[in-house]
């Protein structure tokens, strides 16, 4: 029994020794900068001076706009920007990705090739190449108002410079990134049995019906899973909107994202304190939607089992 003990000692220090480099990188590069920013967050802090403790002041300006930060009134329009795009783009994707990932489960030549050309917009589309290059396809003389007076449309708008229009075109920047849902959902219809539709044919369910009643609630679990992760992406959306809006949300703040919000305060106007009181505000944010989504999902979702 004592050798068994002793063997068992062994065992777990032997685990802990080859878990060392992940337990240190987990608490020095991960848990340390987090709970840093949440005391940096009470305090005013410019970067080059030492951090000095203000209380939930930051946490009050947000709200208030009533302080000596530059521009501090915008941070409810950041927010409510970036609540639009969210609740717009992640729906407008994930339909957009379902069914191409339903015409990618057909039984075609060279499906292959079509899934790995659909999946290369996901791997390109967040790059600072792309975003220049949408920047100039959606501008005043771009391609789009090329095509568009090539088709007789009159006088169409720059759409990267008009407050109406400017955020559309990072939502459509958001949809064509469909590739990874696509690939997720894809795996998901290839593990409905076909006996299912089978069943559902025999009863004299058409097409339409099929896919209400057999393809999405079976499909339930994995439309849940990629509704979560592309919402949380699309809360931490930066690259887009920094290049197409040349670093300054315009025009007229349409497309001030939060975190870009949240990077001019910290990086540009060195106000690192505020910065990180609104982190930690978006990880409430984002975890508050995120509860409400598994909270609702009970009664929507539905597993193997039920």
């Known amino acids: 029994m004592q050798k068994k003990s002793i063997l068992f000692i062994r065992a777990q220090i032997s685990s802990y020794v080859f878990l060392i480099p992940w337990l240190l990188g987990f608490f020095i590069l991960t848990v340390y900068p987090m709970v840093y920013s949440l005391y940096l967050s ?10 000095r403790w203000v209380g939930i002041k930051n946490y009050f300006v947000m709200f208030s706009g009533n302080d000596q930060y530059v521009n ?63 920047r100039r396809l959606f501008s005043g003389d771009g391609v789009i108002n090329a095509i568009l007076r090539a088709v007789k449309f009159a006088d169409p708008p720059s759409w990267i410079s008009t407050p109406e229009y400017a955020l559309g075109t990072l939502i459509i920047l958001a949809v064509w990134q469909f590739g990874s849902p696509m690939i997720i959902f894809l795996a998901g219809l290839k593990q409905i049995p076909h006996e299912y539709y089978e069943a559902a044919s025999v009863d004299g369910a058409g097409k339409v019906r099929q896919f209400f009643h057999v393809t999405l609630p079976c499909l339930s679990p994995i439309i849940f899973f990629n509704l979560v992760m592309q919402m949380i992406n699309s809360f931490q959306s930066f690259t887009q909107a920094y290049i197409i809006s040349g670093g300054n949300g315009g025009p007229v703040d349409s497309t001030m994202f939060y975190s870009l919000y949240l990077y001019l305060h910290g990086f540009a106007w060195a106000h690192m304190g505020y910065a990180a009181a609104m982190a930690w505000v978006l990880l409430i944010i984002i975890a508050v939607l995120t509860a409400l989504t598994f909270k609702i999902s009970n009664s929507m979702v539905s597993y193997g089992e039920e």
């Open 72 to 134: 501090d009134a915008r941070f409810l329009n950041s927010l409510f920007v970036t609540l639009r795009f969210v609740f717009i783009s992640v729906p407008m994707k994930l339909a957009f990705a379902l069914m191409v990932a339903m015409l990618m489960n057909q039984k075609l030549r060279f499906i292959p090739l079509y899934r790995t050309v659909y999946y290369i917009p996901t791997l390109l589309g967040g790059s600072v190449a792309i975003s220049v290059l949408w």
């Open 42 to 51: 009470f305090t005013d802090y410019n970067v080059l001076e030492p951090p």
